[in-house]
């Protein structure tokens, strides 16, 4: 699976978009992005996912760039809640379907 | 979404003892489950895949003969700590795949079990 690079923290006030990147640029063909966040000492849970067009779900938005170099998560309307560490991973739907997490970004919603 | 519960949230055991933490897929039949490891301010270690009515695969540098791994029906993953030492203290989370039309090949996560051995 490609290998995913993102920025180790970020801020954001709340009520603000928070907008999170990720550089992907070794994805292939078949593999799609994903994003899990994980709020502190609880399990990860998925926001969204995409293959090459743009998403939206009641969470989240995904921008991926047309040759699928990059992608960003948008969350709209961040709450205090939103603070948590957000995982960007590609990965194909075939084969072991293995979800690999690298460090991710520390996104820090302040009031 | 779908809903992965993970038992026992908390373990607190003495050196030497095994302990057993069971994953289960609530509302969808999860024939791949997984099972991570995950240090104090570290990401998530994938230790193995639980695949149900087969032997699990174990990741690079994980032990099988020490994290005991049974996936004896669709719905639940067993993972257990044999003769747990503390350094084997860690946060251990599930995770089942939702494949096909329900879910849309989404891994859904437990949350978690912190195991403390003294």
């Known amino acids: 699976d490609a290998k995913t690079t993102q920025p180790p923290s970020m801020d954001c006030a709340e009520g603000r978009a928070a907008n999170l990147p990720c550089n992907h640029s070794?994805?292939?063909?078949?593999?799609?992005v994903y994003w899990y966040r994980q709020i502190h000492s609880q399990g990860p849970q998925y926001i969204i996912h995409?293959?090459?067009n743009n998403e939206t779900n009641e969470m989240a938005s995904l921008i991926i760039t047309e040759d699928r170099k990059s992608s960003t998560l948008i969350l709209p309307h961040a709450t205090l809640r939103d603070t948590a560490v957000y995982y960007c991973?590609?990965?194909?739907?075939?084969?072991?379907?293995?979800?690999?997490f690298g460090a991710g970004t520390r996104l820090f919603v302040k009031a | 979404g779908a809903v992965v519960s993970q038992h026992p949230s908390r373990v607190i055991c003495k050196s030497g003892t095994s302990v057993k933490i069971e994953c289960r897929s609530l509302?969808?039949?999860?024939?791949?489950m997984f099972w991570y490891r995950q240090f104090p301010k570290q990401s998530l270690m994938l230790m193995a895949t639980?695949?149900?009515?087969?032997?699990?695969?174990?990741e690079q540098g994980v032990e099988k003969d020490k994290f005991l791994i049974n996936h004896a029906s669709l719905t639940l993953s067993t993972l257990t700590v044999t003769s747990a030492h503390p350094e084997d203290s860690s946060f251990y989370i599930c995770?089942?795949?939702?494949?096909?039309?329900?879910?849309?090949?989404?891994?859904?996560f437990g949350a978690g079990t912190r195991l403390s051995v003294l």
């Open positions: 995770s089942a795949r939702a494949g096909g039309a329900r879910g849309k090949n989404i891994q859904y």
């Open positions: 070794t994805i292939s063909g078949n593999e799609y």
């Open positions: 995409g293959l090459k």
């Open positions: 991973i590609v990965r194909a739907h075939t084969g072991g379907f293995k979800t690999i």
């Open positions: 509302d969808f039949q999860a024939t791949t």
């Open positions: 639980s695949n149900e009515g087969s032997k699990a695969t174990y």
